[in-house]
């Protein structure tokens, strides 16, 4: 049947006592051959499959609540729920379910949920009772029910029986008007008592008895009750504040009364829940399940009435994106959106996408541009959660959107970096608000969640996006706080820490971690891109300033992403690295460390033994051929001598290569004379294969380094921050960078790569050992020379 009082979602209760969708159809009550009897047959509307196939047994206790739902347990702790889209298709299959079971429709719930095992253990209660006797609703006897009250709560079948026997007779109402002459009265005893009985009636977590009680002319007299907890010296005051304190804001008219009535309902139960009943205890975790049912389909049917109301939403997004609104006025439109969104969490799966679509189709990415941009801090806040939602609901959508905004605006106010530059202008001195929009930044740029299967572009294009409009906006803070690094000329003799991050006050170093974190992301997922970024601002030199920092965790920040590098293993990094001599800041950070065993040690030692056991030749080399010297006195761990080991091999190797191609051509064996017979052409090869082993740096990457020093017109030479190397190379020196403009003394680099140097003859070391034991004897471990000219 597929009209719509048929129509209905079907939820079931998780262990965390939270209702979960498990998706929309059609429900219908037919014979099963199988199942010998009537069932509750729900099909989904999608594509016709089974959702529920459920046997109406005479031994369940089937509820009806709130006009459309229908609750029940298939077994122990495996609740079942049914909400209807119309009223008239839940009453059709609660008159089907009472016709199986014999009951009278009339009745919210079809029998009491009795085992055998209750019987057993209250026999004085006759079988045939239906109903606890309730004492006379009088203020002699509130005392006595409270007693009762109190006593049926650990017994399912007495909260049953306690439960029927208050909605039958209207006692709640009764009660509440006793609340009201006590209080006329300041009669403390009966009103405590009241408070023991309205807070046991609660917690018979039943949906009939939350009807009465939640319904407009009971609530607040339910909320007086619980005012005057015994345990409190004086009441609260509830009521004060739920009726003169929070005031309910039409950002545009509600005209729908049942839906004001249902928004009120919802934040006043809410209220209830969440600060007036103290938290339960492990022996009452289950008692209040029902009422978070109750709010859970409250919100659901809140959200449902108001997406349907397409006058209403269109209003509020005229009003949000319109100039002439006042902030005010934005201010509660950006707080109803935000509220609208959480609420939107209860909704299924194919719902919510609607309504997300619904507000895309609005406009609510162009409105948070605009109100991300305010001076209020709530609203950015406001802002900032909705923009969360968006981006969990659908990454996609918003790249999507973002791509299509250069054509229509500058870079300046693309959503994107209107993010980046709240993220970075927080105010927080935790930077909470800054950490929470990191984390939607890194999904927007996960190439993860980037599907192909819908647009096999979508990478590729986003990211070029983001490089090209968005990551020079990121970087900034970054580039600004590392681009003096000069030493001070008025730096005293024999200071071991130069601090050129400006300003290097804690905030800031949070925020540089920060952007540090999002960039070693990047180096992790985007290869390409952030390669040439990197190479093209020299980004890893300004990264490796931070090794100064006095905050240890932002120069662990730096060393993690230079960390990252390397382990990609890529030879046009290594020979980045190389050519701009950027392990110095790195040893220098380590010798300056001194015997410290500390995080920082242990993650410079690693990063040089990951360099070993993956024999990446080319940085071996270079790392012994610049650095040994300082590096040989640290013995704790042979990760230096095994890099030294590691490049005696590799020259050992290249000799014995050398050697093979030396030998007399009388010596050659008749089979290898015979090879080269056979491939005279082949020795033209191999010289050409040898040469360009030997040359590829120099030719290749030596080439664009250049052009892109020259290019830079110096800008580089005044970034350099590394110390001049202990070790002169063997060959002629040259520095990484022309500037004239760098105060700082910059390490000879030999003209020609040290990948050249692996592969050919390498220079050996003179014998300096005795004299280094001697400098070792005098110098305290906290003052390592560092490397110097």
């Known amino acids: 049947m597929s009209d719509t009082r048929r129509r209905v979602k079907l939820y079931t209760l998780n262990e965390d006592r939270q209702w979960d969708d498990r998706g929309t159809g059609h429900v219908s009550s037919t014979f099963v051959e199988r199942l010998r009897g009537v069932s509750l047959l729900v099909r989904a509307e999608s594509d016709g499959s089974v959702l529920l196939e459920s ?23 495996y609740d079942l729920a049914l909400s209807f889209q119309e009223k008239a298709g839940c009453d059709e299959i609660w008159e089907k379910i009472c016709q199986v079971q014999g009951k009278d429709p009339a009745l919210d719930i079809t029998q009491d949920p009795i ?45 049953e029986k306690l439960a029927l026997a208050l909605v039958s007779e209207g006692y709640i109402k009764k009660l509440l008007g006793l609340f009201r002459v006590c209080e006329d009265l300041d009669n403390r005893e009966g009103l405590h008592h009241l408070y023991e009985i309205v807070r046991g009636v609660l917690f018979l977590n039943k949906a009939a008895l939350f009807e009465v009680m939640f319904s407009d002319d009971c609530i607040m007299d339910v909320v007086g009750c619980l005012e005057y907890d015994p345990a409190l010296v004086q009441p609260k005051r509830h009521r004060e504040f739920l009726t003169k304190t929070a005031k309910f804001k039409e950002v545009i008219p509600i ?24 938290t339960p205890s492990v022996f009452e975790e289950n008692f209040l399940s029902t009422l978070t049912s109750f709010i859970f389909f409250n919100k659901v049917e809140i959200v449902s009435m108001l997406q349907e109301d397409e006058k209403f939403l269109t209003e509020v997004f005229a009003q949000l994106t319109d100039e002439a609104t006042e902030d005010s006025k934005r201010r509660e439109l950006v707080n109803f959106v935000k509220e609208f969104c959480a609420f939107s969490q209860t909704l299924q799966p194919q719902n919510r996408d609607a309504f997300f679509k619904t507000l895309a189709n609005l406009g609510i990415l ?84 980037m599907l192909a299967s819908t647009n096999k572009t979508e990478k590729t294009e986003f990211l070029s996006f983001f490089y090209k409009y968005c990551m020079h906006v990121l970087t900034a803070p970054l580039l600004a706080n590392t681009a003096h690094d000069k030493i001070s000329k008025d730096l005293q003799e024999g200071s071991t820490k130069i601090n050129p991050v400006c300003p290097d006050n804690f905030q800031t170093a949070q925020l540089l971690a920060l952007i540090l974190e999002l960039l070693t992301f990047c180096v992790e997922h985007h290869t390409y891109h952030i390669k040439t970024y990197i190479m093209n601002k020299d980004l890893l030199r300004r990264v490796l300033v931070l090794m100064n920092s006095k905050h240890t965790f932002l120069a662990l920040c730096a060393l993690r992403f230079m960390r990252r590098i390397i382990g990609l293993k890529d030879e046009y990094y290594n020979r980045y690295i190389i050519k701009g001599n950027l392990f110095e800041p790195v040893i220098n950070a380590l010798l300056d460390n001194g015997t410290r065993y500390n995080l920082l040690n242990s993650a410079i030692i690693e990063l040089f033994e990951f360099i070993k056991v993956e024999d990446i030749k080319s940085l071996i080399a270079h790392i012994v051929d610049n650095f040994y010297k300082a590096l040989e006195s640290i013995e704790y761990v042979q990760t230096f001598k095994g890099l030294k080991g590691r490049y005696e091999q590799e020259k050992d ?22 090879w080269f017979n056979d491939d005279d052409d082949d020795d033209d090869g191999e010289a050409v294969e040898k040469s360009r082993m030997e040359d590829d ?37 040259v520095t990484p960078n022309n500037s004239s403009s760098s105060s700082v003394k910059t390490v000879a680099l030999p003209a020609t790569p040290v990948v050249k140097t692996a592969l050919v003859g390498l220079v050996d070391y003179p014998d300096d050992e005795d004299e280094e034991e001697e400098d070792e004897e005098e110098q305290s471990p906290r003052k390592r020379p560092r490397l110097s000219s």
Request: proline share 6%.
């Open 697 to 733: 740096f120099s030719d290749s990457y030596g080439k664009y380094m250049e052009a892109k020093k020259g290019a830079a017109n110096g800008a580089n030479g005044a970034n350099n921050n590394g110390k001049a190397a202990a070790i002169p190379p063997a060959s002629p020196a």
């Open 366 to 449: 162009p409105a948070l541009e605009i109100v991300m941009g305010m001076d209020d801090l709530q609203v950015r806040a406001a802002a900032t959660d909705i923009f969360s939602y968006l981006v969990e609901f659908s990454p996609s959508m918003v790249r999507e959107f973002v791509m299509q905004e250069p054509q229509q605006t500058d870079d300046d106010v693309l959503l994107i970096n209107v993010v980046i530059k709240q993220m970075i202008c927080d105010s927080d001195p935790e930077l909470g608000g800054a950490v929470q929009l990191m984390g939607l930044l890194r999904t927007l740029i996960d190439p993860e969640n």
């Open 255 to 278: 005209t729908d009364s049942e839906l004001r009535q249902k928004i009120h309902q919802t934040y006043r139960v809410q209220y209830i829940q969440d600060i007036i009943l103290p």
């Open 653 to 674: 190797r290249q000799s014995q290569r050398l050697n093979r191609y030396r030998r007399d051509a009388r010596s050659l064996d008749e089979d290898e004379e015979l």
């Open 55 to 77: 046997e109406i047994s005479p031994n369940t206790a089937y509820q009806k609540q709130q006009d459309t739902l229908i609750v029940w347990s298939e077994a122990d702790n």
């Open 115 to 159: 085992d055998e095992s209750e019987e057993e253990r209250f026999e004085e209660i006759p079988e045939t009772s239906h109903l606890v006797e309730l004492p006379p609703c009088e203020l002699s006897r509130l005392e006595e029910i409270a007693d009762l009250v109190t006593s049926v709560l650990s017994s399912p079948i007495r909260r």
